[in-house]
C-alpha cells in the first residue's frame, strides 16, 4: 500500500519535471521569438539594425509557458503529498523530501507573485532554477520513503519545516530578482537595454520587489528559528546550542536584518541593497546544501 | 605664520559623548550586525568544544602547535570567545542606547495630536480637489475616527494620522531582542546541566556523585539539585528493518519527585522529557552493558555486573573495557559487544543490527597494572596497556565462560542503558517570551503603514484631500481614493 504511493509520489516528480521542461522551453521560446529584426526594406541606415520587441507573435507560447508552469505545480503538489502518504507522516524528512517540498514553495511564490505582478520574464530563470532543484533530488539525494527517526517525530517537525521551507522559496525569488536587478544594471550603465530585456520591469520596480518579498517572509523565518528553538528544547536538551544548522539560521537571519535595516533606515537603494540581499540568500543555501552534506550538527539524520 | 588647522578641544566629556553618538549610530549598529554574522560562521566550521570535544582532541593531537595557536584566539570556544562576545555586547549597549531615547520620544508622541494641516496641501504625494458640499469635514471626521485614526480638529480642517503601531511593534521587536539576551544570561548563571549513564533496573539519585559528567552555572549552588529519584524499569527501541534507523525509544521510569513522596510511573521519549520545574530530564542516548561474572583462581567473585559500553556505529557495535582492579595482579579486559553479530572480511566482527538479536562479546585479557592509581583522570571505556600483557583472546555468546590462567570470565547477557540528561534552565521561559513578542512587534513594524491625512474646505469653497505616507508606503492612494468617494457621496 504504501509502496503504491511511493510509486505514484515518484511518477508525478518525473511527470512534473517533464512539464516544467515544456515550460522551460516555452518561455525560452517566448524570450527569443518577441525579439523581431525589422523588414529588410524598413532600416538600412548603416549597420544599424534597429530591433523591436513585439509580444503579439509569443502570446500564445508565453500562456502555454504559464499554464505549464501551473500543471507542474499541481504534479509536484500531488506528489509530495503522494509522498508524505506513503510514509505516513508529513514529507519533510530527509533532504530529497527538503528538496522536492523547497521547488513546490519556489514555484508556490513565483505563481503567487504573478497573480499580482507581470513577471512572466521569470519564468525562464524560475524553470531552471525548479529543474536543476528536482534534478539534483532526484539524481542524487533520492532515498527511499521511510519512517522518521525518534527525534522528528514531533508536531513541530510540520510548523518549523514549513516554514523554514517558505521562507526558503520566498528567500530565493527575490535573490532572482535581486540578481536580474544588478544584471540589468551593469547593462544599463553601458547603454540601452538590449532588445529582449526591455519588457523586464524597470530597476525601481525590481528593487521593491526584492525587498517586499524579503520584508514579507522575514517575520516567518524568524518564527521558523524560534520554533526551532521550542523543539530543540524538547528533543536536545537546550533550546540553542550553536549547531551548525542553528548557527548559519542565526547568519541568515543577521543577514537579512541587516538588509532590512540598510534600507529602511539608512536607505541604502540598488546596487548596495541588492548585493546584501544576495548574500543573505548565499547564506541561506550555504546552509541548505554544504550543511546538510558536510555537516556534523545534531540536524544530519541517517542518508541526507 | 602656522597654517595649522586649530581642531577645537573635545575634552574628555566631549569626547565621551563623541562615542557613544558614534556607538549607538544606525551605521555602527549595522556594522556591528553583520560582524556578529560574520564572527559566527568559524564556529561551524571548525569543531567546538561544547559540541564536540572528541574533534577538538583530534585537532591537538594531529597538529599540536596549529590547535595551541587556534585554542589561544579561542576558536574551538567561538560563542564564548572575548571577540564574539565583545561583539555582541557592543551591539546590544548600541541596540539599548538607540531604542530607549527612541521609546522615551514614541512615548510622547503617540500621546499628542497630529501637527496642524500645512498651507500648500497640493504639494503633498496624493492631493485631490473638488466643490464642497459643505459637510465633508464632519463626515470625514466620522470616517477617520472610525478608523481610528487619532484627528486635530481645526476651524475649517482635519489632520489625521495613524500607524504609530509600526514604531511601537519596532520599539518591541528591538526591546524583547534584549529580554531574549537576559534569558540566556539568566539561563547560563542559574542553569546546570549534567549526564548520567543508567542501567535498566537501577536508580538514579539526583545529588552529584551520581553524574557522570556535570557542569554548574557561575551562580547555582551545587545544593540547588531538587531531590528527585528515578528507576529505570524498562527501556524498547524500535528499528527499521530495512534501513536499520531507529523509529521509536520508549523509556518507563518510576519517579519520586522528593524523599517520602510517592512513586509515579511515567513514559519518557526523546520529544518528550520528564519535566520538573525548571528542570528537564532528557532520553539523550541508549546502549548495552555487557553483564559479566570474573572471578579468581579459586572461584571468588571479584567483579560482578553490568558495565555500560560506549555505542560506535549505527548498529551499536560498542566498546568497552572491564576492568577487575581487586584482582592480584590486576586484570583487565579490553571488550567490543555485538548486538547482532556477523564477520566481515576487512573490520573483523561487526554487527548488522542494532537489536540484540544474535549478542556476542569479544575481548582481550590483560595482566599488569591498570595505572588507576596514578592520578591522571582515565577513560572508563578504554585500558591503558601499556604496563599490562595480553594473555588471552575470546569470544562469548550469552551464558558462555572462559578461563585463563588466573581466573575466569562469564558473559551472563546484557542490559541496555539509558543516558539520562539533566538540564536546568531557569532563563528559557524570559527567551521564550521574548522570542514571541520579537515576532508580534516584528510584524506589526513591518505591516502597519504610518501615513497623514488633511482635509480642508478653503476659504473658496473647495474641499481639498491630501496624504503622506511614512517610508513611501504603498496603499495611501488606494485608502485616499475610497476616503474621497465617501465623502463626494457617490455611490
Redesign the interface.
Known amino acids: 500500500m504504501s509502496q503504491t504511493w511511493a510509486y505514484i509520489s515518484n511518477y508525478s516528480i518525473y511527470s512534473a519535471m517533464a512539464v516544467f521542461t515544456l515550460s522551460f522551453f516555452a518561455h525560452a521560446y517566448e524570450t527569443a521569438w518577441a525579439v523581431r529584426a525589422p523588414q529588410s526594406a524598413d532600416s538600412t541606415d548603416g549597420n544599424l539594425i534597429t530591433k523591436t520587441l513585439d509580444y503579439t507573435r509569443t502570446e500564445k507560447a508565453a500562456r502555454i509557458a504559464t499554464a505549464m508552469m501551473i500543471l507542474g505545480f499541481i504534479l509536484l503538489f500531488a506528489g509530495v503529498i503522494a509522498r508524505g502518504i506513503s510514509a505516513h507522516r508529513v514529507p519533510w524528512g530527509n533532504m530529497y523530501e527538503f528538496s522536492i517540498t523547497g521547488a513546490l514553495a519556489f514555484t508556490g511564490a513565483y505563481l503567487g507573485a504573478l497573480r499580482k505582478y507581470d513577471l512572466r520574464w521569470l519564468g525562464l530563470l524560475v524553470s531552471i532554477a525548479v529543474l536543476l532543484t528536482l534534478g539534483t533530488a532526484v539524481a542524487v539525494l533520492y532515498r527511499p520513503s521511510a519512517p522518521l527517526v525518534p527525534a522528528l517525530k514531533s508536531t513541530w517537525l510540520v510548523i518549523h519545516v514549513s516554514a523554514a521551507i517558505i521562507s526558503g522559496g520566498v528567500f530565493l525569488l527575490a535573490n532572482v530578482i535581486a540578481g536580474a536587478y544588478l544584471y540589468l544594471d551593469s547593462m544599463e550603465r553601458k547603454g540601452p537595454r538590449a532588445v529582449w530585456a526591455q519588457r523586464l520591469p524597470s530597476l525601481e520596480v525590481l528593487d521593491q520587489l526584492s525587498y517586499r518579498l524579503v520584508a514579507f517572509v522575514f517575520p516567518l523565518w524568524t518564527f521558523a528559528v524560534i520554533a526551532g528553538a521550542i523543539w530543540a528544547e524538547s528533543a536536545w536538551g537546550r533550546y540553542w546550542g550553536w549547531d551548525p544548522k542553528e548557527t548559519w539560521a542565526f547568519i541568515t537571519w543577521v543577514a537579512y536584518a541587516a538588509y532590512l535595516h540598510a534600507r529602511v533606515t539608512i536607505g541604502w537603494r540598488g546596487r548596495r541593497a541588492a548585493w546584501l540581499c544576495l548574500f543573505a540568500g548565499s547564506t541561506f543555501l550555504f546552509n541548505y546544501i554544504y550543511v546538510n552534506i558536510y555537516g556534523t550538527g545534531k540536524h544530519t539524520y541517517s542518508g541526507l | 605664520m602656522s597654517k595649522e588647522i586649530v581642531l577645537p578641544e573635545l575634552g574628555a566629556t566631549g569626547l565621551l559623548r563623541y562615542s557613544w553618538r558614534q556607538l549607538t549610530s544606525?551605521?555602527t549598529?549595522?556594522i556591528l550586525?553583520?560582524m556578529?554574522?560574520v564572527a559566527?560562521?568559524p564556529?561551524?566550521?571548525i569543531?567546538?568544544r561544547?559540541?564536540?570535544p572528541m574533534?577538538v582532541r583530534e585537532y591537538f593531537s594531529n597538529s599540536p602547535s596549529l590547535a595551541q595557536w587556534m585554542d589561544r584566539v579561542s576558536l574551538f570556544d567561538?560563542?564564548g570567545s572575548p571577540w564574539f562576545s565583545a561583539i555582541y555586547i557592543l551591539l546590544f549597549i548600541s541596540l539599548i542606547g538607540c531604542v530607549l531615547p527612541r521609546s522615551v520620544e514614541h512615548f510622547h508622541a503617540a500621546r499628542a495630536l497630529p501637527p496642524k494641516t500645512p498651507k500648500n496641501l497640493d504639494r503633498m504625494e496624493f492631493y485631490s480637489t473638488w466643490n464642497a458640499q459643505g459637510d465633508e469635514i464632519e463626515k470625514a471626521y466620522a470616517l477617520l475616527k472610525a478608523k481610528r485614526f487619532r484627528i486635530l480638529r481645526e476651524n475649517n480642517a482635519i489632520s489625521a494620522e495613524k500607524g504609530f503601531t509600526r514604531e511601537t511593534g519596532n520599539l518591541f521587536f528591538h526591546l524583547s531582542l534584549i529580554l531574549i539576551l537576559i534569558g540566556?544570561g539568566f539561563g547560563s548563571l542559574f542553569g546546570m546541566?549534567g549526564d548520567a549513564i543508567v542501567n535498566v533496573g537501577e536508580r538514579f539519585i539526583n545529588v552529584p556523585t551520581t553524574y557522570d559528567s556535570l557542569k554548574f552555572g557561575k551562580l547555582l549552588s551545587e545544593k540547588a539539585l531538587p531531590p528527585f529519584v528515578i528507576t529505570v524499569d524498562n527501556f524498547v527501541a524500535k528499528y527499521?528493518t530495512?534501513?536499520n534507523?531507529?523509529?521509536?525509544?520508549t523509556l518507563n521510569v518510576s519517579v519520586i519527585d522528593k524523599p517520602g513522596a510517592p512513586s509515579v510511573k511515567k513514559t519518557v521519549?526523546?520529544?518528550?522529557?520528564l519535566r520538573f520545574g525548571s528542570t528537564?530530564v532528557?532520553l539523550?542516548a541508549n546502549g548495552y552493558s555487557p553483564i559479566v561474572t570474573v572471578r579468581d583462581r579459586v572461584g571468588n567473585v571479584a567483579l560482578q555486573g553490568p558495565v555500560p559500553f560506549l555505542p560506535q556505529d549505527?548498529n551499536l557495535r560498542s566498546i568497552g573495557a572491564i576492568k577487575v582492579p581487586d584482582a592480584d595482579p590486576q586484570i583487565g579486559f579490553v571488550a567490543t559487544f555485538l548486538p547482532t553479530q556477523a564477520r566481515d572480511s576487512v573490520q573483523g566482527g561487526i554487527s548488522v543490527f542494532p537489536e540484540a538479536l544474535d549478542p556476542k562479546m569479544l575481548f582481550s585479557i590483560w595482566r599488569g597494572d591498570l595505572g588507576l592509581n596514578t592520578g591522571i583522570p582515565q577513560s572508563v571505556y578504554r585500558i591503558d596497556t601499556s604496563k599490562m600483557e595480553r594473555i588471552g583472546l575470546e569470544s562469548l555468546k550469552p551464558g558462555e565462560s572462559f578461563s585463563y590462567e588466573g581466573g575466569s570470565i562469564t558473559f551472563e547477557g546484557y542490559v541496555p542503558w539509558v543516558n539520562l540528561?539533566v538540564?536546568r534552565?531557569p532563563g528559557?521561559n524570559y527567551?521564550?517570551l521574548g522570542?514571541?513578542v520579537?515576532?508580534l512587534g516584528?510584524?506589526a513594524s513591518?505591516f502597519t503603514r504610518r501615513r497623514r491625512i488633511w482635509i480642508r474646505i478653503s476659504d473658496s469653497g473647495k474641499v481639498e484631500v491630501a496624504g503622506l505616507a511614512k517610508?513611501a508606503a504603498p496603499g495611501l492612494e488606494v485608502e485616499l481614493e475610497k476616503l474621497v468617494t465617501l465623502l463626494k457621496g457617490e455611490k
Do not use: C, F, H, W
Request: hydrophobic share 45%.
Open positions: 544606525m551605521r549598529a549595522l550586525l553583520l556578529l554574522g559566527a560562521i564556529g561551524s566550521l569543531p567546538q561544547d559540541q564536540n574533534k567561538v560563542y540566556v546541566r527499521n530495512l534501513t534507523a531507529p523509529e521509536d525509544y521519549k526523546v520529544n518528550s522529557p528537564n532528557y539523550q549505527g540528561q538540564v534552565d528559557k527567551a521564550l522570542g514571541i520579537a515576532i516584528l510584524l513591518l517610508n
